[in-house]
């Protein structure tokens, strides 16, 4: 038999700090969360399925956190929650209202009827805090914890499925022993994962301290090299500080699981020469980043792919260490798009493409390897079930299968050593082999500022700082140059919690300032982002009728529609591939429409073989499906009914009638469209959430222009 192809799975699991410098209490509840749901769930399944290996990658900051809340730590949305609804004030409503909807409407709203029913509710323009009661308050109190709660959960705690069935109408006792699971579950995340440790079917890798982009610490002007056009910040070095942020790792971590990591997975795959030499330093056997930095290292296309499929030494005589790149391909199908489709489907495809690396590789000298490396927390809340039936699926193929072996990735790299050495590395991350989502924009370069004010004012007050202060401002800069604060800062993302993270981060500087007897200045008493405008989504103003009988539509036919921006609108995780800029929407009096917009400055988006499908759910559901090769032929299933449609340089324009869709006067619908390849769901728009569709009466109009 021809040896196996080995697979390795790394999941990496990551929250930033969320402790208020001034209060010390967390401000955001997503270390509660995601262990009530993906951290006990992913140790939960693999430790069913005995044969299968893996790595799991834990910052440390997060370790940390979840160990808080075993010693009392609460966050505020813990304390809203486990407040009686009676006694919540107006502002404390408000905020709820806003926030206690922060999880994916298709997958986790939608299938319970009465949050679903508060969610339509608190997005009805006109609707306030007075509109909503004690039992709407409670009730959501309840859903919105529990919706979090993963499979794990509900096949261990029957609590979670009595809730369920009841539905609504909770008791303030039944929302306490819901949030008392969730601190129990948080008593149990860590020892799960140690137990799978110390048996050998996992291996526990880290990332430095505060999970900063490690290059940019080290030397800011190492984005020269992979964004050599770019404005960049002045320079911000201290590979001091990146020093500190790995041996602090390394020591938490024997603390935390009772044994040194072996490897190390950078933060957001960024890696740079001096970097990747801080991490041998500091006695770490292996690194792993995005298939980007090995092509750019060699040079596109001087090395066929079957490269990407075998480790390597990185040694430019500075220190040597083990490096391995991911298949970006693979891990973003995980990521982003096998959550939209049936999990048989979705890992047939993944051993399909499995089964053709090792048919590539076959002729390897040495064993060929797969990296498959991505975020291990997000993706599961937009799949059916949090995620279980496609991973139980792929765990039980990838266990029957004598042709794939998984592995963990420090016993393989110490069985198998690389054969190849790299004596350079281009410096970069694993979203589009730069640092851009960092470093570069005006708000991002004003936050690299301020930093870099704040540890140059360190340096001259340390040695005449008591040491008591003196760590506790070191420790305030340390999170500062964590890499969130700077993902959110970007034009890339956008999120509900942006004044949050923009508060915590000039909190840490203002804090910086404070202990070493100095004065903030007056820019950290202003948000970094005051006139951002907001990522939300905008609803029709207008009534639209756009003609289908011209070439293509002018912008006078879609002036009033509403609005959706498609480039990643918000979102902790990153899609290298996009296909539409934007999304408008509309109607008149007969027709819903539709029109896709796309990149402004690259090439269309290659359709060919794609259909386009819209589904619209209201008293009854149904699907329009164009062939985006034939827009002629598009139809509404199971119904004569007219579509038109226009598929040109990129643009995709649709109109159906209301009747069509079975929907009258004054009735409302959600709507979503899905791009599909075949049977495969490969996007989805909007990404997270249905447009909210109320078809049209005389009135409407009138009643936009008084709003």
């Given at each position: ?672 469209a899905h791009l599909m390849r075949g049977p495969m769901e490969i996007d989805r728009f909007p990404g997270h ?19």
């Amino acid at each position: 038999m021809s040896r196996p192809l080995n697979v390795a799975l790394l999941w990496h699991l990551h929250q930033p700090s969320y402790a208020d410098p001034s209060t010390g209490q967390l401000t955001l509840p997503w270390v509660r969360l995601h262990t009530t749901r993906a951290y006990f769930d992913m140790a939960w399944l693999l430790e069913r399925h005995p044969a299968v290996r893996a790595t799991f990658n834990f910052v440390p900051v997060l370790v940390r956190q979840i160990q808080s809340y075993l010693s009392g730590g609460r966050d505020h949305y813990f304390e809203l929650s486990r407040k009686p609804a009676r006694l919540l004030t107006t502002a404390e409503r408000a905020f709820m209202l806003r926030h206690f909807f922060s999880i994916d409407a298709h997958t986790c709203i939608r299938p319970r009827a009465r949050y679903w029913r508060l969610y339509e509710r608190a997005r009805e323009p006109h609707r306030g805090v007075a509109d909503f009661s004690d039992d709407d308050l409670r009730d959501l109190q309840v859903l919105f914890n529990l919706a979090w709660f993963g499979f794990a959960a509900r096949i261990e705690y029957p609590l979670l499925a009595e809730l369920e069935a009841k539905g609504r109408g909770f008791e303030e006792d039944e929302k306490r022993k819901l949030l008392d699971l969730q601190i129990a579950m948080l008593r149990r995340v860590l020892p799960l994962y140690q137990r799978l440790a110390d048996r050998g079917q996992i291996e526990l890798s880290t990332t430095p301290y505060y999970h900063p982009i490690l290059p940019l610490v080290v030397d800011s002007d190492a984005a020269r090299r992979c964004q050599p056009k770019a404005p960049l910040p002045p320079r911000f070095s201290w590979p001091e500080d990146a020093r500190l942020h790995i041996d602090r790792a390394a020591e938490a971590h024997q603390m935390a699981f009772g044994a040194p990591p072996s490897g190390v997975w950078p933060a957001e795959g960024a890696v740079s020469p001096e970097a990747v030499e801080l991490f041998a330093a500091a006695g770490l056997r292996w690194t792993a980043t995005d298939e980007a930095q090995l092509w750019k290292t060699v040079g596109d296309g001087k090395l066929d792919r079957t490269w990407l499929y075998r480790p390597f030494r990185y040694d430019r005589g500075r220190g040597a260490i083990n490096i391995v790149f991911r298949d970006r391909t693979l891990s973003d199908l995980i990521g982003f798009t096998y959550a939209r489709n049936p999990a048989p489907a979705a890992v047939a495809d993944l051993v399909g493409r499995l089964v053709s690396i090792a048919a590539q590789t076959a002729k390897n000298e040495e064993p060929p390897l797969v990296v498959i490396a991505l975020d291990g927390e997000n993706p599961w809340e937009y799949y059916a079930e949090s995620g279980r039936p496609f991973l139980d699926a792929l765990y039980a193929t990838l266990a029957a299968r004598a042709d794939l072996q998984t592995v963990c990735l420090g016993a393989h790299l110490a069985a198998n050593p690389p054969k190849r050495t790299l004596t350079d590395l281009h410096s970069g991350s694993w979203i589009n082999g730069d640092y851009g989502v960092w470093i570069g924009s005006a708000v991002e370069n004003q936050a690299w500022k301020l930093l870099g004010e704040a540890r140059a004012f360190f340096a001259e007050k340390a040695g005449e700082t008591p040491a008591e202060a003196l760590a506790a401002a070191r420790e305030h800069l340390l999170q500062a140059e964590g890499s969130d604060w700077f993902w959110w800062y970007g034009d890339h993302f956008a999120s509900q919690n942006d004044e949050d993270f923009d508060y915590l981060f000039r909190s840490h500087l203002r804090r910086v300032y404070a202990l070493l007897g100095g004065t903030p200045p007056a820019a950290l008493d202003r948000s970094l982002y005051p006139n951002r405008l907001p990522r939300d989504d905008q609803p029709p103003k207008n009534l639209i009728s756009p003609r289908f009988d011209t070439p293509q539509s002018t912008y006078f036919d879609w002036n009033g529609a509403g609005v959706v921006d498609l480039i990643n609108p918000g979102g902790s995780m990153y899609q290298a591939a996009a296909w539409f800029r934007r999304l408008r929407y509309g109607f008149d009096r007969e027709r819903f429409y539709l029109r896709f917009e796309p990149l402004a400055d690259e090439a269309p988006p290659d359709l060919s073989g794609l259909t386009l499908e819209v589904r619209v759910r209201g008293p009854v559901e149904r699907i329009v499906r164009l062939p985006l090769d034939t827009p002629g032929a598009g139809e509404v299933v199971g119904v004569d009914g007219e579509v038109l449609a226009r598929v040109v340089g990129g643009f995709i324009e649709l109109g159906v009638r209301f009747t069509d869709l079975g929907l009258g006067e004054r009735q409302q619908a959600t709507a979503s469209a899905h791009l599909m390849r075949g049977p495969m769901e490969i996007d989805r728009f909007p990404g997270h959430h249905e447009l909210l569709v109320t078809v049209p009466d005389d009135a409407f109009e009138a009643e936009r222009w008084t709003v």
